[in-house]
């Protein structure tokens, strides 16, 4: 596959859910991959943040991609998250993803320690050495703690199957950079919901989101209007979702999509512990946010 063979689009984020137990609910994973497949979305996405890849053991993370590989059935491409502490467990993680069957990997840095540029290469390189579809490379320092440099991304680039950026810092410069520095050859993902249409604007090919969850339509919309160039509909349909976009990202993406599949009137399951639900105050202002887009989501 060549860097211009990547994807493209809305990546839709599954949640992980679980039962009474904290145990993880297989069957209401599918049901709810499912439901962002039939919804339009353009790939989907198991074990991001959004499916709290770092709270589930190597079993777990198995089963998921399974059951993502056989629920989605080939109609849209997976991108499975791999990401572990040890080059040796993201390996095997990227290994069993590809043999099951997803289309690529992504993967994030994950460290105790403050790893060194050179560490992250190597990383990623023998991850590469041992599969043979895309890889993601995943910058999000928010949440892993390391802040890849857009020197680093584009040295990343260097390895023949990292195909894909996926940029999380909220910086749409550095978004800007990475177009103008690497081109159209590379394919550069938006991590950041609040900056879905500078992102674009800023050459973006595609939009990595848990709100597909939620409000599929108006984000689909989005990326259509985009794809259109009409620069005025795309401004309409982004400044109307984003303050749902704001709230999910600001109140913790498991968390507020459990809760707004809930007020949808749809069977979420619960997180795993140390996380917890929303409070009545956040979900009363979810409530608000989402009957406010209602009635413009029917539109598309």
């Known amino acids: 596959m060549s860097k211009l063979e990547t ?9 992980t859910p679980f039962d009474a137990e904290e145990k993880v609910d297989i069957h209401l994973f599918k049901k709810l ?5 039939t919804s339009g979305s353009h790939a989907v996405a198991p074990l991001g943040s959004t499916g709290v890849l770092p709270y589930l053991s190597d079993e777990e993370k198995e089963a998921v991609v399974e059951a993502t590989v056989e629920v989605v059935a ?5 991108v499975a998250g791999v990401s572990n502490l040890t080059t040796e467990r993201t390996i095997y993680h990227a290994r069993f993803a590809e043999k099951a069957g997803a289309a690529a990997v992504m993967i994030i840095p994950m460290s105790y320690w403050k790893l060194t540029d050179d560490e992250i290469f190597a990383h990623y390189r ?14 999000n320092p928010a949440t892993s703690g390391i802040d890849m440099s857009p020197a680093l991304l584009k040295r990343l680039l260097e390895i023949p199957n990292v ?19 690497l081109g159209g050859e590379v394919a550069f993902f938006n991590g950041s919901n609040p900056l879905a249409l500078a992102a ?4 973006a090919v595609g939009w990595c989101t848990a709100a597909p969850n939620l409000i599929p339509h108006l984000n689909l919309a989005l990326y259509n209007a985009i794809q259109a160039n009409d620069l005025n509909n795309a401004r309409d349909i982004f ?19 459990a809760a707004g599949l809930e007020i949808l009137g749809m069977e979420a399951g619960g997180l795993r512990s140390p996380l917890v639900r929303l409070t009545a105050t956040e979900i009363a202002r979810l409530e608000g946010l989402l009957a406010e887009l209602e009635a413009f989501a029917t539109q598309y």
Not at 163 to 181: N, P
């Open 239 to 257: 400044y109307r979702q984003q303050e749902l976009l704001e709230f999910i990202t600001s109140k913790g993406l498991p968390r507020t999509v």
């Open 200 to 203: 674009f604007s800023a050459g």
């Open 163 to 181: 195909t894909m950026i996926k940029e999380s810092t909220g910086d749409v410069q550095r978004m800007h950079y990475l177009r103008r520095v």
């Open 7 to 15: 994807l493209r689009g809305v990546i839709a984020y599954p949640i």
């Open 74 to 78: 080939g109609r849209v491409p997976i």
């Open 126 to 139: 023998k991850v590469a050495d041992a599969i043979s579809i895309p890889i993601m490379a995943y910058n």
């Open 33 to 37: 991959t499912d439901r962002l497949v």
